[in-house]
């Protein structure tokens, strides 16, 4: 009786907050404050809405959300498979906890595309591209696909995908001319954000396209995939300031992304949504996503940690 007793009340508790979460204010995942924003970033924000693609996603995400079977069997296995394998892997082996980032549209006007855009020609590059979901909206204006991943899992299902897969530790020096290069919700998660930087100024520079990156904020490092370490700790900190998405946006292009030479283009905030469980119908984060261009500095590649970061293990001590 108890355990039907504590079902019940879960899946109240559930139907609670799902109408709760369908039916809040989206305009707010897309909007920003202007007044807590620096003057080149007011200029370069680019709005982006909600639309029919992104409520598909959440439409689908509640219904996988409400099947009470499948998710106790997701519950089940994951809880089995967690003895060997990492999140990211599990996720991959069972084909849950899809992403969202963009839908088809916001992603053409976020890029402006022309309308005589040809895809035919076009080749791109997506970094830590997890299951493929993301990148398969990028496929669509780029016939030409290549892809890197740290999960083996992963690199199973974007290989299902058709995508073509390049050494997660040797993108950097295939010598690809790109016309984008894209790093999304990537950078808190590298072993190293120092490497990855330069690595993206390289090839950029070499491609002369541009680079899109994805942030999740308020930063919050966590490494899963380190090849030299079983730690989950980056071996630096990014240098990001302030407590606001707002706060935190300005100061990572400041202190961030111009030091490692980058310019920006324009940037946006769209959520990062991903498939509900037993608990939610779907989860959120607030994603900033940056356009940026390669510029010319006199740096090295032998250079030092530029100034602001902060050596992990030195901090610590």
């Known amino acids: ?26 305009s707010v995942w897309y909007s920003v404050d202007a007044n807590l924003l620096s ?22 995400s509640t219904v996988l959300s409400n099947s009470m079977c499948l998710q106790t069997y997701y519950a089940i ?19 849950r906890g899809g992403m969202f980032m963009f839908s088809r549209h916001q992603f053409k006007e976020f890029l402006d595309f022309p309308d005589d855009w040809i895809a035919g020609d076009k080749l791109i590059l997506d970094l830590g591209a997890g299951d493929g979901g993301v990148t398969s909206v990028l496929s669509e204006f780029y016939s030409t696909v290549h892809v890197t991943e740290m999960s083996q899992v992963m690199q199973w299902r974007l290989q299902q995908k058709g995508f073509k897969l390049l050494p997660a530790d040797a993108w950097a020096n295939t010598h690809n001319k790109y ?8 950078l808190d998660r590298h072993f190293s954000p120092k490497m990855l930087l ?9 491609s002369n396209c541009l680079l899109m990156m994805a942030v999740v904020l308020p930063v919050k490092q966590y490494v899963e995939f380190n ?16 407590k606001t998405f707002e706060e935190q946006a300005n100061s990572i292009v400041e202190n961030v992304f111009k030091p490692a030479g980058f310019e920006l283009v324009r940037w946006t905030r769209v959520p990062y949504l991903c498939e509900g469980d037993l608990n939610r119908a779907y989860y959120s984060l607030d994603d900033a996503v940056f356009l940026l261009r390669p510029v010319a500095r006199e740096v090295s590649d032998s250079e030092e940690t530029p100034e602001g970061y902060q050596n992990v293990r030195t901090e610590e001590l």
Not at 39 to 60: G, V
Not at 87 to 95: A, Q, R
Not at 198 to 206: A, C, N, P
């Open 179 to 186: 016309n984008l290069v894209c790093a999304l919700n990537l």
């Open 39 to 60: 003057s080149d970033l007011s200029q370069k924000f680019h709005m982006t809405f909600f639309d029919p693609a992104s409520e598909e996603f959440l439409n689908n």
């Open 1 to 26: 009786m108890y355990r039907g007793a504590r079902m019940a009340q879960m899946i109240m508790e559930k139907e609670r907050s799902d109408v709760a979460l369908l039916t809040s204010d989206r």
């Open 198 to 206: 330069r690595d993206l100024y390289k090839v950029t520079s070499e």
């Open 227 to 242: 090849p030299s370490s079983r730690s989950t700790t980056a071996e630096t900190y990014l240098p990001v300031k302030g």
């Open 77 to 95: 296995a994951s809880t089995f498979l967690s003895i060997f394998m990492s999140k990211t892997n599990i996720n991959g082996f069972l084909n």
